[in-house]
Structures are given as structure tokens and as C-alpha cells.
């Protein structure tokens, strides 16, 4: 069974930081790429960056320079640092397993405040 588990959301100030994280579990980890996404009230869910298996990245332009998306094998989990925050990147953030049908976590609050 496969499971996605983020943390790591919460409330900071425009500027701050934050790490998300994203524990997977019933399948081949290493194999296949990871991807972070996020869905902003009223608004369809985002792309936001994409981890291929062999460690190559990818980011919409909107957070280009300010966020990094990382993978750890060892531990089945793929992280996304985020970077002098803006109020725009309030939303909840989702991670995506590439693998068979597609799977979703439950997703994570990020709250940027002005």
C-alpha cells in the first residue's frame, strides 16, 4: 500500500523559510521521480517542481531561485526548502508519486503572512 506523509507546513512571515517534507512508504522510492504541488483557495492545483530518480530537477518560474526540491533515498523522502516566502505561496502543498496510477499525500498547510 502506498502511502505519502508531509510535514513541515505552518505560519511564517513574508521573508521566512520553511522545509516541507514527504515520507513514502509501499513501493520503489528510488525509482521514480517525486513531484511538490499546491493548491491555493479558489485557485486548480499548481505545479511547483519535480525530482526525477537520478537527482535532476525542475521548478515553475514563480519559485525558481527561492525553493529547492531534494531527495533522500535512503530515507524515502523528498523535501522541498522554501525561501523568502511570499504571501502568493499561502496554499496547501501536495506531494505526487510518480509510479503506476499516480499517488497523493494529504497535503500541508504553508501560510505566508504580509
Known amino acids: 500500500q502506498v502511502q505519502l506523509v508531509e510535514s513541515g507546513g505552518g505560519l511564517v512571515q513574508a521573508g521566512g523559510s520553511l522545509r516541507l517534507s514527504c515520507a513514502a512508504s509501499g513501493y520503489d522510492f528510488n525509482g521514480y521521480s517525486m513531484v511538490w504541488y499546491r493548491q491555493a483557495p479558489g485557485n486548480q492545483r499548481e505545479w511547483v517542481a519535480t525530482?526525477?530518480?537520478?537527482?535532476?530537477?525542475k521548478y515553475t518560474d514563480s519559485v525558481k531561485d527561492r525553493f529547492a526540491i531534494s531527495r533522500d533515498n535512503g530515507k524515502k523522502t523528498v523535501y522541498l526548502q522554501m525561501n523568502n516566502l511570499k504571501p502568493e505561496d499561502t496554499a496547501v502543498y501536495y506531494c505526487?508519486?510518480?509510479?503506476?496510477?499516480?499517488?497523493w499525500g494529504q497535503g500541508t498547510q504553508v501560510t505566508v503572512s504580509s
Open positions: 505526487y508519486a510518480r509510479t503506476g496510477p499516480g499517488y
Open positions: 525530482i526525477s530518480s537520478s537527482g535532476n530537477t
